[in-house]
């Protein structure tokens, strides 16, 4: 558990102390696009899941201080373990790993010896270890797609995008039941009044979204394609159901748009806003790079066992692995 923050730091110019930070540790800072906006004007790098691991596999910083959550940090370290990475709060989870125990899912996993595990990065490492390809929601359609039709598969731990890629794809995944409190708070009800308000103002979703919210989207994808569609939609008004923080992206590429975050059940988008995502700050953010703690450390025979499906991510993500290539890691 990440320590409250005792000292006093509001005499501090937080940004200019970061930065020096940054130099002097060699840090680079990667943010998710859920994070608070001043973070996200701060990080080297904003991006979905897909981009930042790809980032943090690539880096030839000392020092990774990821602005995100802590499954995304941890596929940080499991492609880079020679480098520092730290996370600004510790306690930044996420409701789909808490879903998925690892000695459930290896349970479900020996249930179905003839099922191959693809499972969604929101997960542990323990997960990613018992799992044979990780999908992001960016990399999910291409890799299903490189899969055999005849492949039985298991898909954790998001029901949702596991049955929006069942419903797109007409393959029969064995879904977990896990759930993004986040998405699943969407209101239908709210969000057609919304569009009543807005006619013609197409609606962007995350597949994490349950299909009462999907089924009324114009467009369906992670947040770095709802941030493309959302720089190519031809009107002045978009309908966002995700992460509101992503707006932030919106605004700054196309100040003259409006984009509105979709409803929760009581009309206000608050509840939709991640209360993990929220836990990272500016001052945790400059203790973690003053501290380098809190720090991700892993066993490495956890972490290599990790690697493995997330490199077949990668390297299907990229299309570099033919259908020959698939199959139970
Ligand atoms: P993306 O891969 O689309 O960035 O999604 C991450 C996430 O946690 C969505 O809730
Ligand atoms: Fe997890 Fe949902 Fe938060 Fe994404 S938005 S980190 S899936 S709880």
Redesign the pocket.
């Known amino acids: 558990m990440t320590a409250p923050i005792r000292e006093n730091l509001s005499g501090l110019d937080l940004r200019a102390e970061i930065d020096r930070l940054r130099k002097e540790r060699n840090a680079v800072i990667l943010a998710?696009?859920?994070q608070k906006p001043e973070i996200q004007d701060l990080a080297d790098f904003v991006?979905?899941?897909?981009?930042?691991s790809r980032k943090a596999a690539e880096t030839d910083a000392d020092v990774i201080a990821f602005c995100?959550?802590k499954?995304?940090a941890e596929t940080a370290k499991i492609l880079s373990p020679e480098k520092i990475v730290v996370l600004p709060d510790m306690d930044a989870g996420?409701s789909?790993e808490d879903s998925c125990p690892p000695e459930q899912f290896a349970r479900f996993r020996a249930a179905h010896p003839d099922h191959i595990a693809l499972t969604y990065?929101?997960c542990s490492a323990a997960v990613k270890a018992l799992s044979d390809i990780i999908v992001?929601?960016?990399s999910a359609e291409t890799i299903i797609s490189q899969i055999p039709e005849d492949q039985p598969i298991i898909f954790g731990p998001d029901r949702h995008l596991g049955g929006y890629l069942n419903r797109k794809f007409g393959r029969e995944m064995l879904l977990w039941p896990g759930v993004?409190i986040?998405?699943e708070a969407f209101s239908e009800t709210e969000l057609l009044k919304l569009k009543a308000q807005h006619p013609g103002a197409p609606v962007a979703a995350?597949?994490?979204c349950p299909p009462h919210i999907v089924d009324h989207a114009d467009y369906v994808?992670?947040?770095?394609?709802?941030l493309q569609f959302a720089k190519s939609f031809p009107g002045d008004t978009l309908i966002v159901a995700?992460?509101p923080h992503i707006i932030h992206q919106m605004e700054l590429a196309l100040p003259e748009k409006n984009f509105i975050g979709a409803p929760g059940a009581d009309g206000n988008c608050n509840c939709n806003i991640?209360p993990y995502?929220a836990l990272n700050t500016m001052e945790k953010l400059y203790v973690a790079l003053r501290d380098l703690q809190p720090r991700i450390e892993m066993d490495e025979e956890l972490r290599l066992a990790a690697r493995k499906s997330l490199d077949r991510m990668l390297e299907m993500a990229s299309g570099t692995v033919g259908k020959g290539d698939l199959g139970r890691a």
């Open positions: 998710h696009y859920y991006g979905d899941s897909l981009e930042l995100g959550v499954f995304m996420c789909l990065i929101n992001t929601s960016s993004c986040v998405h995350h597949p994490e994808g992670s947040t770095s394609g709802i995700t992460e991640c995502m």
